[in-house]
């Protein structure tokens, strides 16, 4: 199966099914986003160092302790006492605060949400404070904490190395080297520390308040962003949904597909005019135009056929209806007129033609034709043309006589429960009427009948509406 094909079952064959998949949870969305309250934000610029970070890693490093200093409980719980705002738990604001970076700098906005924009208003404005006086000073105690730190165990390897030479045996002074190593690693991981946080200007005590809360302004009630996710993870679910129910119930791509199946090509199209009317009324003509009209004439002759039989998932009485249409826009000489004095195709009954008719054309011959009062054969049924044979002279008693070599003769069409054996004769050709996206179960049917009847199949008629057919109970 090629690409485009199984494309073509996934996405054409369940297109509806993909359509509720995308928008149910888009509606979800936005449901719950339009219910909940009018929601303010204020935003206030802080710039966390003044020493630059030099790698996306200390960019990243320094955002994510931004944000983790903001929304931890102690500062947040220092801004609502700031504030006096008293009717706002801690973990409100820690989950309503958003920090963003600006580019690769070390300067960060800080936004607030609330419902209330002189509440945002104050919050922003007491956590940015906040924030800043953290910096400088959480910063300038972890250096002194470092640097006294380092101080203490340089002294303690200035006392470590001064046993070392007064080591009683070798195993002493083994046991001491070994604890001279120990202090000199961590020394080294100390002063790695300390880089570390001078780098990140944890030291420098250069973090300011760029700019106070903003004035709160409202909130998109919906979010576009939110919206978009919702619809692509509902899309993805489709899919999956679509391709499972493709393995269960398998369909064939399209009605070329379905000729390429069982050798035949597509020999038209049934119209689709009045598509609206089709939904309101299933059972109703299509219309057939011309071309197709033609394409059956010839390959009827091409396979040698005086009788078309129609078959397909439309209920039997659509069938039988469409068969009456076909044969009688193919009774003419041209196939474009019907019979006279033959009752409409698709009235509940089409009488035969009348009794002195058949008797003035002949007898039927094994094949389904008449044969003239003559004796001669006045239809080719067993070709099942419906174009006329040029005429050719004929020699007789020494004069030129012209005689039909064949006759235009109407194509029998019928539906498949209408065939029968005992009163129908001629050679029959199967034609199927499908629709676009056909079930696998639709031709392992059709093949049986194939291979039941030994029938050849002319092709394969296209039909734009979907029709099922009424189960017995």
Excluded at 146 to 163: F, G, I, M, N, P
Excluded at 443 to 464: E, K
């Amino acid at each position: 199966m090629e690409f485009n094909e199984a494309v073509r079952r996934t996405l054409g064959g369940h297109w509806r099914l993909l359509v509720v998949f995308v928008l149910l949870p888009m509606l979800l969305v936005g449901a719950f986003e339009l219910r909940d309250a009018r929601a303010y934000v204020s935003t206030a610029r802080v710039q966390a160092s003044a020493t630059l970070p030099t790698t996306d890693v200390q960019a990243n490093a320094m955002l994510s302790r931004v944000r983790a200093v903001a929304t931890s409980g102690s500062v947040v719980k220092a801004a609502l006492k700031k504030s006096r705002v008293d009717d706002r738990s801690q973990s409100q604001v820690g989950h309503e605060t958003t920090v963003s970076r600006l580019g690769g700098s070390a300067v960060f906005n800080l936004k607030i949400t609330d419902p209330d924009p002189r509440t945002a208003e104050k919050l922003a404005g007491a956590l940015s404070e906040e924030l800043v006086a953290f910096f400088n000073g959480s910063g300038n105690v972890l250096v002194t904490q470092l640097t006294d730190r380092e101080r203490a165990l340089q002294q303690e390897r200035l006392r470590v190395a001064a046993k070392l030479p007064q080591a009683a045996n070798e195993s002493e002074a083994g046991r001491l080297t070994a604890q001279l190593g120990s202090i000199d690693q961590q020394i080294l991981d100390v002063q790695s520390s300390l880089r570390a946080a001078q780098a990140a200007g944890l030291g420098d005590r250069t973090a300011s308040l760029l700019s106070s809360a903003s004035d709160a302004t409202p909130v998109p009630p919906l979010s576009v962003i939110r919206l978009a996710l919702a619809g692509a993870m509902g899309l993805v679910a489709g899919l999956l949904v679509a391709a499972l129910l493709e393995v269960v119930r398998p369909h064939v791509a399209g009605q070329g597909a379905f000729g390429r199946e069982l050798g035949a090509p597509v020999l038209g199209r049934l119209g689709t005019a009045g598509r609206r009317w089709h939904r309101a009324a299933p059972d109703a003509p299509p219309t057939v135009d011309a071309d197709t009209l033609v394409t059956l004439r010839r390959a009827a002759a091409r396979r040698r056929v005086g009788t078309l039989v129609l078959t397909g998932p439309a209920p039997d009485a659509w069938l039988a209806a469409l068969a009456r249409d076909l044969e009688s826009r193919l009774g003419g000489a041209h196939g474009t007129t019907p019979r006279a004095g033959r009752a409409g195709p698709w009235s509940p009954a089409a009488p035969s033609e009348s009794p002195a008719a058949a008797e003035a054309a002949g007898p039927a011959d094994s094949n389904g034709g008449r044969r003239d009062a003559g004796g001669g054969l006045g239809a080719l049924a067993g070709m099942g043309s419906a174009t006329a044979v040029r005429d050719e002279p004929v020699q007789t008693d020494g004069r030129v006589k012209v005689a039909a070599a064949a006759r235009a003769v109407a194509l029998r069409v019928r539906a498949l429960h209408q065939v029968d054996d005992v009163s129908d004769s001629g050679r029959y050709g199967l034609v199927p009427v499908e629709p676009a996206l056909p079930d696998y179960a639709e031709l392992r049917r059709v093949q049986d009948v194939l291979a039941t009847t030994g029938w050849p199949v002319v092709g394969v008629l296209a039909d734009p509406v979907r029709r099922h057919r009424s189960r017995p109970r």
